[in-house]
């Protein structure tokens, strides 16, 4: 039997019926850029250039109608390359009004979504028949795709009402109100703190910042074994130390033990190990997670967090440190991109995220030297 004929994704005569709509009614502008924020969404070259150009009006000020968006297209010499004013006409007459522009809008976007995945699938397929082409590479690649795709989904998502806003500021408050705990979120395991904050709350990208040896991971080690302990699921990419040594200072953290003595001297008497066995069987059960591998680009410490929430439910992630990332050369550049990253994936997993960051020597005034700092 022949195969069927794949059309791609397009919604032609929606297309037609939106800028129609835009060109005798300006009322629909700003619905219509409330879901397509480019001209890229459109499947016609000409149609792109149209809306290109009503965009262009209406970021300036500037009215929107039939002869406005004639001129616009002269200035940008493309009118006649979309068959002139009579094609612009033509549209106008399409429809009567801008009723359902937002409806069809949507519409339109998913049909640019699905050319998106189909193009990005098809990257994909090609890379991997590549021989020399490296696996990470392509895993990097394919999550950037899927990561721009989904910022396009979101970007078209309506805007919260303000009714709804109230409502949840009084959901918030019932909830405070018959919490019996000074803890809101997941513990940092200072009680001071933890009054101070309620704890670390959903959606939130804290950065800790302090110099070399100043106790950044002293301190998160501390947030994640009391996190651990209070049911919270930790996920821990540690980029500076190995999971054994991640290991050592959580025993460390959790026990009178001193560090010299799990890593240079070993104990002095023998019945120290029965208190040591004792712990690790105690800190065993804990729910924490830890990826040690070194220069981690933000797009694998996405993959690794979207896994550690899918199987184990996470509620707290802890990334050391933001500047030993893997990606742009300019450590500036680098450093901004994950910070980026970091705040998508507290806002997409619905969990805290917390990135050590470390700060020069030359930062702080010498009255001020030796402070941590939360942001």
Known sequence: MESLKKIIPQAIDLENAVLGALLIDARGVDQALEVIKSENVFYLEAHKQ???????LNDTSNPVDLLSVADQLKKLNKLKFIGGEFYLLELSQKVSSSAHIEYHCRILLQEFVKRELIKAGTQ?????????E???KILDSADQSFTAINELVNSGQKTSSWSESLKAVASRV??????????TGVTTGLKKLDLFLGGWQKQDFIVIGARPGMG???????????AAKSGVAVGFMSME???VQLATRSVAVNSDFHMKQLNKTGFEKIKYFETLNTLINEMQSLPIYIEDRPSLTISEIKRTARKWKRKHQIGLL???????????????IRTGETSRGLKHIAKELDIPVIGLSQLSRAVEPPQQKGRLYIT
């Open 50 to 56: 149209i809306f290109k150009a009503i965009k262009i």
């Open 124 to 132: 994909i397929v090609e890379n991997c028949y590549k021989p020399s």
């Open 134 to 136: 490296d696996i990470f």
């Open 174 to 183: 019932e909830f405070l109100t018959n919490n019996d705990s000074n803890i």
């Open 216 to 226: 950044k991971t002293a301190f998160t080690v501390n947030n994640m074994i009391a």
């Open 241 to 243: 130390m190995s999971d």
């Open 318 to 332: 802890i990334v050391d440190y933001i500047q030993l990332t893997g990606g742009h050369n300019d450590i500036r």
